[in-house]
């Protein structure tokens, strides 16, 4: 244990399945491969206070305390980590279009502000670029240093955006939407830049090759449907999805896409570009588990499902324990399915449901299933 800070140092950074305990890179490389395993792996992202003081009550530090959460929790994969705002602090942690900073524990966030009130504001926009050096010497060590904080019980999944919700997050939905159609092409240069920077993050991680996942999360969809129309979304959305996959396919990785909403009619071509799993599976977004278990059998891995804005906030114990089964039951039998929320583990979630649904992860989850 002595030795990984020296690696981080060093720039020799050991990889997943030499930092994690094998059970549990074993665990997480059978369902990943469409096997079955000795259990289904956990999945998720947490952001609730109680449980953050349960595991780890004085830590500060979002890494440190992360790992104690995960580890307490018994989860086998995260895509990221955060320092839950206490109940005290909530409606306070941001100041809307104010353009500065605002401090949480400590902590310094800063709030963007967006002058871009029409199409033709954002000629203005320059994504600027990312450099090579800039992911290996920042990006990669600040990787390492949780990855190893969160050995050996817990994968610390790498990740980035592709570009294109950057691309609109930037300028604003509204003037983003609105120039789609009336000032199409500095859209395609901001996605395209954005997508640029993207792509050399996976270019650093293929290479490097420390894990043998890498997270996308690009929003595009809402309950029911797309954000944006099919065609828009394969002509600026897909391609620039397919520039950050390459690398990492090329590489051997397996790329999980993470999208909150219904991505129903795009999976096909998220397929064709090379992502092999989807999270967070939404349900009350019309994202149904077992169908997409029948139809894409071992081309994805099915990452999430159980709700996390209803059932695990407001469920009881035993409707929680009765999800989990139902959620292993559509998706769990040959591998290739980690089970979480459907998105995360909202603020509002009582701590004894948190701890019943990892319980029940766990208890049910076992090979051969048992349901």
Not at 102 to 130: C, F, M, N
Not at 179 to 201: F, H, P
Not at 218 to 239: C, H, N, W
Request: aromatic share 8%; charged share 20%.
């Amino acid at each position: 244990m002595a030795s990984r800070p020296d690696a981080v140092t060093s720039g020799h950074y050991p990889s997943a399945a030499n930092l994690l305990d094998h059970d549990v890179y074993e665990r997480i490389a059978h369902s990943m491969n469409h096997e079955e395993g000795d259990r289904v792996p956990i999945w998720d992202f947490i952001d609730n206070w109680p449980t953050y003081q349960h595991f780890a009550p004085g830590i500060e530090d979002p890494i440190q305390a992360g790992a104690k959460v995960f580890h307490g929790l018994g989860i086998d994969l995260c895509r990221g980590v955060t320092f839950p705002t206490p109940p005290e602090a909530e409606g306070h942690e941001q100041e809307q279009a104010s353009g500065h900073k605002t401090k949480i524990l400590g902590r310094t966030r800063w709030v963007s502000e967006r002058p871009y009130k029409s199409p033709a504001d954002l000629k203005h926009v320059q994504p600027g670029e990312l450099s090579v050096e800039h992911v290996r010497e920042v990006m990669i060590p600040d990787f390492v240093r949780a990855q190893q904080a969160f050995a050996p019980r817990t994968m610390y999944v790498p990740g980035c955006g592709c570009g294109f919700h950057g691309a609109y997050h930037i300028c604003g939905l509204t003037a983003f939407a609105l120039a789609i159609y009336d000032a199409r092409d500095d859209v395609e240069r901001i996605v395209d830049g954005l997508s640029r920077n993207a792509a050399t993050v996976a270019q650093v991680y293929a290479e490097l090759k420390l894990c043998p996942l890498f997270f996308v999360g690009d929003d595009v969809a809402y309950k029911g449907t797309t954000m944006f129309s099919p065609q828009t979304l394969r002509e600026l959305f897909i391609p620039a999805l397919a520039r950050v996959c390459e690398p990492l396919n090329n590489a051997g990785i397996k790329v999980i896409f993470h999208s909150d909403g219904d991505v129903t009619d795009i999976i096909d071509d998220m397929l064709e570009v090379g992502i092999a799993g989807l999270n967070p599976i939404e349900p009350l977004a019309g994202m149904d588990i077992g169908y997409l278990k029948k139809r894409y059998g071992r081309d994805l891995i099915l990452v999430g499902n159980l709700d996390c804005s209803q059932l695990l906030p407001l469920g009881t114990i035993a409707q929680i324990r009765e999800g989990v089964k139902a959620c292993l039951r559509a998706a769990a039998p040959g591998g290739g399915h980690f089970i979480g929320s459907s998105s995360e583990i909202t603020p509002s979630t009582p701590l004894e449901n948190v701890l019943a649904f990892y319980d029940a992860c766990r208890e049910f989850g076992r090979y051969p299933l048992r349901l």
